[in-house]
């Protein structure tokens, strides 16, 4: 069975930082890539960042110099560290998952955390 097990939410001022955790059980971590993606109140879901299997990253304009997203295979966990919130970095933040065990093609979805920028 495969989770993906967001945390690391929460209520944070603007300019403050949070980093966002996303374990993983049920997959080969190292051959998937890696993704946060977010969805404000009202909007679509949006992606944030991105981080291939082999390391490789990308990030929305919005978020660049800003977030920072990386992975660490021994632990089976991506994080997204975020500096200088903004009130309109306000989401729902998911993590996800798209690689391959054995063979296998998976894509897979955590259940969201919350981070709020207000003061």
């Known amino acids: 069975q495969v989770q993906l097990v967001e945390s690391g939410g929460g209520l944070v001022q603007p300019g403050g930082s949070l980093r966002l955790s996303c374990a993983a059980s049920?997959?080969?971590?190292?051959?998937?890539?890696m993704a946060w993606y977010r969805q404000p109140p009202g909007n679509k879901r949006e992606l944030v960042a991105v981080i291939a299997s082999g390391g490789t990253t990308k990030y929305a304009e919005s978020v660049k110099g800003r977030f920072t997203i990386s992975k660490d295979n021994a632990k089976n966990t991506a994080y997204l560290q975020m500096n200088s919130l903004k009130p309109e970095d306000t989401a729902v933040y998911y993590c996800?998952?798209?690689?391959?065990?054995?063979?296998?093609?998976?894509?897979?979805w955590g259940q969201g955390t919350q981070v709020t920028v207000s003061s």
């Open positions: 996800n998952a798209v690689g391959h065990t054995n063979g296998n093609y998976g894509n897979y």
């Open positions: 049920g997959i080969i971590f190292r051959n998937y890539a």
